[in-house]
């Protein structure tokens, strides 16, 4: 099974400023996501974020608001721009090798607050 | 439409008895369907998963039954712990597509 760490576990922001968090996979993973939980709710799929490329994104999100890296198989970031009270939520990185069947690992997500 | 729903959206039992989550969905064409456990201030960890041509799985005090042709799936927890309390999380995977559809989860405290 593969293990993920996330970077920070949780921070404060002020309104209009811009946070990048950091997901580390301890193998290589075929696939990376990112997803929101707001407070209560279950998980919102953000965007796939593929190697070497631009993320693919989900209905109702965009990459100026939400930039992604991932330039290799173990790493990837999230950056959440020019946030708004709105953004807070939790924010977990996962990982998912192979076929569909295979086991999707998540993060212990990083909870934003944005003030 | 693709959609995953959980009932009920909360559950209160007392330590020992034993309790039983639905999820229904209509994904398809249907690939498998997970059942996670996610801690508060935790990821979400998987308990079980099962295809099409699975019918029951166990994992300890956890047991996932699946019906595909009436599309439900439960998830049976035995003699409730303390540790138990979490909310759970029903998950479908779409065939060939790497889609994953989240249900809204059951919110599950567990009370001695």
């Known amino acids: 099974s593969a293990v993920i760490s996330q970077k920070p576990s949780r921070d404060i922001c002020q309104r209009g400023t811009s946070l990048t968090i950091q997901c580390q996979v301890d193998?290589?993973?075929?696939?990376m996501f990112w997803y929101r939980q707001q407070p209560g709710q279950s998980l919102t799929l953000i965007a796939t974020?593929?190697?070497?490329?631009?993320?693919?994104?989900e209905s109702g999100f965009v990459i100026d608001k939400f930039p992604i890296s991932r330039p290799n198989l173990t790493f990837s970031t999230l950056t959440v721009s020019n946030m708004s009270p709105e953004d807070s939520s939790i924010y977990l990185c996962?990982?998912?090798?192979?076929?569909?069947?295979?086991?999707?690992?998540f993060g212990p997500g990083t909870r934003l607050t944005v003030l | 439409k693709n959609q995953v729903e959980q009932s009920p959206q909360s559950l209160i039992i007392l330590e020992g008895k034993n309790c039983t989550l639905q999820?229904?969905?209509?994904?398809?064409?249907?690939?498998?369907l997970r059942w996670y456990k996610q801690d508060t201030g935790r990821g979400p960890v998987s308990l079980t998963i099962?295809?099409?041509?699975?019918n029951t799985k166990s994992n300890g005090r956890y047991t996932a039954t699946l019906d595909a042709d009436t599309k439900q799936s439960s998830l049976h927890i035995t003699a409730s712990q303390l540790s138990d309390s979490a909310s759970y999380i029903c998950?479908?995977?779409?065939?060939?597509?790497?889609?994953?559809?989240f249900g809204s989860g059951t919110k599950l405290n567990v009370k001695p």
């Open positions: 998950v479908v995977s779409a065939l060939n597509f790497n889609k994953f559809y």
């Open positions: 999820c229904n969905y209509t994904v398809s064409p249907f690939s498998n």
């Open positions: 099962m295809t099409f041509s699975e």
């Open positions: 193998s290589q993973v075929t696939m």
């Open positions: 996962s990982g998912k090798d192979g076929q569909s069947y295979n086991e999707q690992f």
């Open positions: 974020a593929n190697q070497g490329s631009e993320a693919t994104y």
